[in-house]
């Protein structure tokens, strides 16, 4: 039976590196059918309780969450804006959380951050790391990818040894 990837950059920018990077990264998985979102899809108000008193919660919100529930593989590689989330990506998270609290509903979860500098979203990934499996994110592994445009190719992939070596190990870890 052929797995289900979901895979989004926690990013709205059109050229997101973490989209290409979360897009990559579920094309090295082999027999699965793969879907990407874009957070673009599933922008909405800035979450406030007045006006999820006033208008409930966005259809948006449940189309963002029911996609999550239909995964068996979650990878969500996170964009880094002043060393926390983007605002695209909380503000979903927010209101994705009030259609319940265990938004990634206990699915097998791949994080990953990377970046143009040499942190690689590292601040933005241990955040996630630690908040997320209060969220409901089963953690199956993390890695964050420093200097975007100095150790990736779009064909190639991690052109970086190493760090290709790194992140092989980590794929090879989760079973699908």
Do not use: C
């Not at 979901?6 to 027999?31: C, E, L, R, V, W």
């Not at 990878?75 to 926390?84: D, R, T």
């Amino acid at each position: 039976m052929t797995k289900k990837i979901i895979a989004f950059g926690a990013s709205n920018s059109k050229n997101s590196i973490n989209k290409q990077f979360a897009t990559y990264t579920a094309h090295t998985f082999k027999d699965a059918a793969i879907e990407i979102l874009d957070l673009n899809d599933y922008e909405m108000p800035i979450y406030s309780i007045d006006k999820e008193g006033e208008n409930g919660i966005p259809q948006l919100a449940h189309d963002f969450y029911n996609k999550l529930g239909t995964a068996d593989l979650i990878i969500v590689s996170f964009a880094e804006h002043n060393g926390a989330y983007t605002t695209a990506f909380k503000n979903i998270f927010d209101w994705t959380s009030r259609i319940n609290a265990k938004t990634f509903q206990e699915k097998p979860t791949l994080l990953l951050a990377t970046s143009p500098g040499a942190r690689g979203g590292s601040s933005v990934l241990e955040i996630a790391k630690g908040r997320l499996p209060y969220q409901g994110a089963s953690v199956k592994g993390s890695f964050s990818l420093p200097s975007f445009n100095d150790n990736f190719n779009a064909e190639k992939g991690i052109i970086n040894e190493a760090l290709n070596n790194q992140f092989q190990e980590i794929i090879n870890a989760i079973a699908l």
